[in-house]
């Protein structure tokens, strides 16, 4: 990834050379023309805004267009508006059933194409952000057209082949037939769905779009059979976000920097996992003493892959910006529930999204070594970057705006007639669907808890809301930081400088990161997920 976007040659280089090259000159783009952070958000603005006009006018106009052997009609003009920026904001979030809503012709040339690239366009936005801490006095930090081509042709296309030829191997699958009506053993009659699925859930897990072709997504066997498609589709969630990572690492020349990154977000990805492990595997109190032989959790899973596979499932999607199930979250534990939000909420900076995921964690990094800065009384700095106050106001800004829109409109959610007809559940439960879709939507993850109706007016509105404040207030800040970082000069380490490859940078970074999310939602989750798992432990469910 760092030779690809360095613009150095590769082993499919001979191959896909020609077709950027091609897409230049038909674009009129002068690749070696470069833009300062300004002119790159502009431009990602009017992609992002171009790409939702045209995925919702197919929605609309599906029942005129090719590949629908269903006959569906256009979508409903909300909930089309809600997917169109759902899916052009990177998040997936579905308040549809794809495979009763949504023509092949709807699923291939616009949900799955925008799944290529949203997703390079946050690529895009993470490789501007890293360009700024590589440059030194320079006004510019690439071309968007040039990074957003590279993420798709170089990276997401090649994997997603591979990726697609692998889950068809294991019977996931991919046609153009229409649907199957078989007969059952009991003589009644049931409606098998098919479609292109293989080619979409590759690119919704490699470009942590999320999603599903089908309305339960990766619990369905079509979409995903076997233990093996279950491996593959959970590695492809993580594989990208790990892997900028690293790249950071060797885009500035140190690779130790990259590392202690890694570090820490796997002892956050870790520490949330055990705590989903340990939940699911408890005793729920309200089973036992009815007497059933009880040992753990399997409300809402797969019994193909148990506990553990879902689990893990779980903690990878909300942890990575991706938003894909292989069960109910609906279903989980009160606590896991609780880290799911958590992991949300936070901005999914555990691995993080395709790119912008990576600069979340930078925010908070910032605001990390602020405060180390205060604790040595110097100014602080980042890899021989000074971080003045326009550094620190824009990522506080980043990290706050998105947690602020998703709680305040769930206190509209809950506070509203049209809010509260949606809810499945009362009480605590019932609150913890609501923070849910809009952590969800703010965080750009997609994932549901599938226990709210939101395809409504209200939902899809307010929603809509949520998903553009939570991809514009990463992206237009961090672009802002790395057009801030490039005209600066490199100051070189000396002994105060504090050190941020080592355990401390790791513990701090973690704190910052827990901390500040206590700071901004725990209080409303403490009136959700943990008030449950109270009245849950007292024998009380919803």
């Keep these: 990834m760092k030779r690809i976007y360095s613009g150095e040659k590769t082993f499919i280089t001979p191959i896909i050379r020609p077709i950027e090259t091609g897409l230049y000159k038909l674009s009129g783009i002068d690749e070696s023309s470069e833009m300062n952070w300004k ?3 502009i431009a990602f603005t009017l992609f992002t ?62 949900l799955t194409v925008q799944n290529f690239l949203s997703a390079g366009a946050g690529m895009a936005a993470g490789v501007a952000l890293i360009r700024g801490f590589m440059r030194k ?4 930090i690439g071309n968007f057209w040039v990074d957003l081509s590279r993420s798709v042709l170089y990276i997401l296309f090649p994997l997603s082949i591979l ?44 470009g ?36 900028f990572v690293f790249m950071f690492g060797s885009m500035i020349n140190n690779k130790k920097q990259g590392r202690a990154i890694f570090l820490t977000m796997t002892l956050l990805f870790l520490a949330g996992l055990a705590i989903m492990l340990w939940s699911e595997n408890s005793i729920n109190p309200v089973i036992n003493d009815s007497g059933i032989a009880y040992t753990h959790n399997m409300e809402g ?8 596979w879902s689990a893990l499932w779980s903690q990878s999607t909300t942890a990575t910006s991706n938003g894909s199930v292989n069960s109910m979250h609906d279903s989980y534990m009160p606590l896991s529930g609780m880290v799911q939000l958590f992991n949300m909420g936070i901005g999914e900076v555990i691995y993080g999204g395709a790119g912008v995921g990576f600069a979340g964690f930078i925010f908070y990094i910032i605001l990390s070594m602020f405060i180390a800065g ?44 049209s809010g509260l007809s949606g809810l499945n559940n009362k009480s605590a439960h019932g609150l913890s669907e609501i923070l849910y879709a809009y952590f969800s939507t703010a965080g750009n993850n997609g994932s549901a808890f599938a226990g709210l109706n939101s395809n409504t ?22 672009l802002a930081i790395a057009g801030s970082l490039a005209v600066k000069k490199t100051v070189p380490d000396s002994s105060a400088s504090f050190p941020t490859t080592g355990i401390l940078f790791i513990v701090i970074v973690s704190g910052v990161i827990i901390i500040m999310g206590a700071l901004t939602f725990f209080p409303v989750i403490t009136l959700g997920p943990f008030l449950e798992h109270l009245f849950m432990k007292q024998g009380v469910l919803f």
Excluded at 173 to 201: C, W
Excluded at 457 to 478: D, E, H, Q, W
């Design 39 to 41: 002119t790159y958000g």
């Design 301 to 308: 899973k797969e019994t193909r892959f148990g506990v553990m």
């Design 457 to 478: 007016l209200f939902y899809n509105l307010t929603l809509s809301a949520a998903l553009l404040a939570g991809r514009f207030a990463t992206v237009i800040p961090a």
């Design 49 to 110: 805004f171009t790409g939702i006009a045209v995925l919702f006018l197919i929605q609309l106009l599906q029942n005129l267009l090719p590949f629908n052997p269903q006959g569906f009609a256009g979508v409903k003009w909300d909930s089309a508006l809600n997917t169109a920026i759902s899916f052009a904001t990177n998040t997936n979030w579905q308040g549809y059933g794809g495979e009763n809503t949504m023509s092949y012709f709807t699923q291939m040339i616009g």
């Design 163 to 206: 990726t697609s030829v692998i889950l068809m191997s294991q019977g996931v699958v991919q046609s153009f037939q229409q649907y199957i009506t078989a007969e059952t053993l009991e003589g009644g009659r049931q409606l098998i769905p098919l479609g292109p699925a293989a080619s979409q859930i590759a690119t919704k897990q490699l």
């Design 208 to 243: 942590t779009n999320g999603g599903g072709f089908f309305s339960v997504n990766s619990a369905y066997p079509f979409e995903n059979p076997t233990f093996i498609s279950n491996l593959m589709e959970n590695i492809s969630i993580l594989i990208i976000p790990i892997g």
């Design 137 to 140: 006095e320079s006004e510019t």
């Design 374 to 417: 205060l604790m040595v009384g110097r100014t602080p700095e980042f890899l021989g970057k000074k971080l003045g106050p326009r550094e620190m106001t824009i990522s506080v800004t980043a990290l706050l705006l998105p947690m602020i829109t998703a709680v305040l409109l769930s206190a509209i959610a809950v506070s509203s007639e």
